[in-house]
């Protein structure tokens, strides 16, 4: 049994920040929208028209919103983190946290990879791989997973990441942020080899950070704190190494995002600060019962919606391949003539996509809590705790490497043992997916099955 969407927006308490949900629905559209543009498909493969118009990479820094939803994260997982602290009574509190941040984002991810291994291995067998858009497809259809093994990374570095922020505050955010500068300096200035990739953690848990300090109520100056990321992004692309695009450009020797570096932090602080300008119009307008009910809705698939697009984008490219219709090249006025009936009809393909696969999304119903336990039985059940603990964090880490991998193997060459490099050891798309459904598991299994309802 699932709770509908109208329900749960009646329900709505009124002390809930209701911004942060249409935040999170927001960024997730607007990296769907940037895909769907994005992708130049043609006969020879799939390109990237940032890469062909080159003019067009200054939209990245209103389109790669990323920096958002990771920055909403960690309010909601302050938020959470802390509700389950105070009511935990020597439960298994770190490994229900993460069973329960997790479910509703391994579910629908995990479906979504075993659909496609499956489809990926059906073409194989088929021997309709070799082609050149089927082999760009089963290697791009993967490639947005990697933000969630990043997410799962935060998720997991959660209660350490607040004991820091309860006693630095400010100092914490300054210290990653002059970690991510280091790694820089490490990087562009001495050539220490694989220094850059220190920059997943420090960048994206700096932006994190930033989250935890909204939580508090501590970004008190949000026009301070946007001007001085502008102004640093703004400095950095024009004296440094930094390209102008804040998404991955292919080819280029040098990327703002993989790995990140000190200018798309700079751009995570003005994206956070402009966001916070907006945060009281924003919360009038989501006072509106039938706005409200919108976003509560999106939220509800939104997860579903954004692993499923780019299906839907290359569904709409195959079927104007099997309708006998040419693919004009990449940024032709006959390609900019396609570009909105082909967005209309791949959200119309990522709607039906959506009600096939929502189920596995949709939130259940909230049990209510269990009583707290007596001292004595507090104490017998310390032990498991820590047990508990540990293989939930290991069910993490096990996750956020499968996914990870498979964003960089792609599914192409699952017969043949395709493998790519992940923190220095070789992986295939078969390892990585047994690594996401058993780090899955474990996540599963380490905490009790009872409900619990968390904050943000």
């Known amino acids: 049994m699932t709770v509908s969407a109208r329900a749960m927006a009646a329900a709505t308490p009124a002390s809930r920040d209701r911004y942060v949900d249409l935040l999170r629905v927001a960024s997730l559209a607007t990296v769907v929208c940037g895909h769907w543009l994005m992708a130049a498909v043609s006969t020879d493969g799939i390109g990237n028209l940032l890469a062909l118009v080159p003019p ?25 983190y802390r509700s389950l602290e105070r009511r935990g009574e020597g439960r298994p509190v770190y490994a229900a946290f993460l069973r329960a941040r997790l479910q509703r984002l391994l579910r629908p991810t995990l479906v979504f990879v075993l659909v496609w291994a499956a489809l990926a291995l059906l073409v194989q067998l088929a021997g309709a791989d070799g082609g050149r858009l089927a082999g760009a497809a089963l290697r791009m259809v993967t490639q947005p997973l990697w933000f969630i093994g990043i997410y799962l990374a935060m998720v997991a570095l959660t209660p350490p990441l607040l004991r ?38 420090f960048v994206w848990l700096a932006v994190h950070q930033l989250g935890f300090l909204r939580a508090d109520g501590r970004i008190t100056r949000p026009a301070l704190l946007g001007a001085a990321g502008l102004a640093g992004a703004v400095l950095l692309v024009a004296a440094g190494p930094y390209p102008l695009s804040m998404v991955g450009m292919p080819g280029e ?10 200018a798309l932090l700079c751009h995570g602080m003005w994206l956070v600060g402009a966001v916070q300008l907006l945060a009281r119009p924003a919360t009038a307008w989501l006072a509106r019962p039938r706005v409200w009910r919108g976003v509560v809705t999106a939220n509800g698939v939104a997860m579903t919606a954004f692993l499923w697009h780019l299906t839907a984008m290359l569904g709409v490219y195959a079927a104007q391949l099997a ?49 707290a336990a007596p001292p004595a039985a507090r104490a017998r059940t310390a032990e498991g705790a820590r047990g508990s603990g540990a293989a939930a964090a290991l069910g993490t880490t096990l996750c956020l490497l499968g996914i990870l991998g498979l964003s960089m ?14 923190i220095a050891f070789p992986v295939t798309a078969p390892a990585a997916i047994g690594m996401a459904v058993g780090g899955a598991w474990l996540v599963e299994r380490s905490a009790s099955a009872r409900r619990v309802r968390l904050r943000g």
């Not at 990245?60 to 309010?75: D, I, N, R, S």
């Not at 006959?334 to 009936?341: L, Y």
């Open 56 to 80: 067009l990479q200054v939209l990245t820094w209103g389109l790669q919103v990323m920096p958002v939803f990771f920055f909403v994260g960690g309010f909601s997982h302050a938020l959470s």
């Open 323 to 371: 309708a006998g219709l040419a693919l004009p090249e990449p940024a032709t006025a006959a390609w900019w003539a396609q570009v909105p009936p082909r967005i209309l009809l791949a959200a119309a393909l990522t709607a039906a996509l959506v009600a096939c696969f929502r189920r596995f999304e949709a939130p259940r119903p909230v049990t209510a809590a269990a009583p």
């Open 164 to 201: 820091l922020h309860a006693r630095w505050g400010w100092g914490a955010f300054a210290a990653l942020a002059g970690a991510a500068a280091l790694v820089d300096v490490l990087r562009f200035a001495l050539g220490v080899p694989y220094a850059e990739f220190l920059n997943f953690a």
């Open 409 to 422: 193997t792609g599914l192409g060459g699952l017969l043949e043992g395709h493998t790519a490099v992940l």
């Open 253 to 262: 020797k040098v990327s703002n995002m993989a790995p990140p570096t000190l």
